[in-house]
T-cell receptor, first 114, second 113 residues
Framework: DSGVTQTPKHLITATGQRVTLRCSPR?????VYWYQQSLDQGLQFLIQYYNGEERAKGNILERFSAQQFPDLHSELNLSSLELGDSALYFCASSAEVAGIGELFFGEGSRLTVL | AQSVTQLGSHVSVSEGALVLLRCNYS??????LFWYVQYPNQGLQLLLKYTTGATLVKGINGFEAEFKKSETSFHLTKPSAHMSDAAEYFCAAHTGTASKLTFGTGTRLQVTL
């Protein structure tokens, strides 16, 4: 158990819809990262927050947004969903801002867009 | 831009045989290097990491990796494979100058009897 909790574990929705994925980081970790894992793109970094502030941005679409709340949990919002958004979305947390330490991953949220 | 290349998307070894998973990085500065393992239906778990110092790094479950700057490589090895090692393995690199850990495409390790 990594200590990182992601909900929901599975989500099936239709094209055009909007979903929210939630992540609770490991106790004491201030950094939260979001990654997308798909068969064709592999593991892609989406975005990082550190103590409520956006720290780094990767290959995140404009239809996607995220935030980190004062209690340090984070949400990833995916809107106007397309078939190609079907993937496993991972949240990871770490104690430091630079990301050179160990990342602790949750078990992921599997999104299926029909 | 930094990139990580893992040679071989699938590797199959017999139980008890040597495991060798290859990773090469492309970076203008020596990066921090990591190997993560993903078991079915689970998140990624850190196996080992190289930051500075000794170039031979030992990790969990008997795995080790050697940082070779001249070859820009960080190959993962284990002397004797176990059935429980069957998983997907990801090499990753971080230059430390930006908050982004770049992953390779992964290598699925199959262990046969």
């Amino acid at each position: 158990d990594s200590g990182v909790t992601q909900t929901p574990k599975h989500l099936i929705t239709a094209t055009g819809q909007r979903v929210t994925l939630r992540c609770s980081p490991r106790s004491g970790d201030l950094s939260v990262y979001w990654y997308q894992q798909s068969l064709d793109q592999g593991l892609q970094f989406l975005i990082q927050y550190y103590n409520g502030e956006e720290r780094a941005k990767g290959n995140i679409l404009e239809r996607f947004s995220a935030q980190q709340f004062p209690d340090l949990h984070s949400e990833l919002n995916l809107s106007s969903l397309e078939l190609g958004d079907s993937a496993l979305y991972f949240c990871a947390s770490s104690a430091e801002v630079a990301g050179i330490g160990e990342l602790f991953f949750g078990e992921g949220s599997r999104l299926t867009v029909l | 831009a930094q990139s990580v290349t893992q040679l071989g998307s699938h590797v199959s070894v017999s139980e008890g045989a040597l495991v060798l998973l290859r990773c090469n990085y492309s970076s203008s500065v020596p990066p921090y290097l990591f190997w993560y393992v993903q078991y079915p239906n689970q998140g990624l778990q850190l196996l080992l990491k190289y930051t500075t110092g000794a170039t031979l790094v030992k990790g969990i479950n008997g795995f080790e990796a050697e940082f070779k700057k001249s070859e820009t490589s960080f190959h993962l090895t284990k002397p004797s494979a176990h059935m429980s090692d069957a998983a997907e393995y990801f090499c990753a690199a971080h230059t430390g100058t930006a908050s982004k850990l770049t992953f390779g495409t992964g290598t699925r390790l199959q262990v046969t009897l």
